[in-house]
């Protein structure tokens, strides 16, 4: 799910949700009073405890100043993974890869 905000005067300018099992993911980019851009990035599970039914989350925000570093520590951590995963040495059945091409995620479009 995706969609785009910014003609409202609201501080979410841009979402995007991924389902992953029980859990979904959420990247937001908010502004803020300054306008400024920031993400947060969400991670939402549904937990069912005594009967009831409730939603866990998790939040991390992410400020323009750190961006790039964050970026690029993902980009790293991302390519070990791969690189680890093409080694056979670890279980890789409980998912799989998309083969879908996607256009690489950019901070500097912020």
Same mark, same amino acid.
């Given at each position: @799910?995706?969609? /785009? ?5 609201? /501080?979410?300018?841009?979402? %995007? *949700?991924?389902? *992953? &099992? %029980? ?10 009073? $300054?306008?400024? !851009?920031? !993400?947060? !990035? ?7 405890? /005594? &009967?009831? =039914? ?16 964050? %970026?690029? $520590?993902? /980009? =790293?951590? @991302? #390519?070990?993974?791969? #690189?680890?995963?093409?080694? &056979? ?10 083969? %879908? ?6 901070? =500097?479009?912020?």
């Amino acid at each position: @799910m995706e969609f /785009d905000k910014r003609n409202d005067r609201n /501080d979410e300018v841009f979402s %995007k *949700a991924i389902k *992953a &099992g %029980k859990r979904t993911y959420f990247f937001d980019i908010k502004t803020t009073k $300054g306008n400024e !851009l920031y !993400l947060t !990035l969400t991670e939402s599970k549904k937990v069912i405890e /005594d &009967g009831r =039914e409730y939603f866990q989350k998790h939040k991390l925000f992410l400020y323009k100043e750190d961006f790039q570093k964050f %970026k690029e $520590g993902l /980009d =790293e951590v @991302m #390519e070990k993974l791969n #690189e680890l995963n093409e080694t &056979g040495d670890f279980r890789t059945d409980s998912y799989t890869r998309s083969d %879908k091409t996607e256009p690489p995620f950019t901070f =500097e479009s912020l």
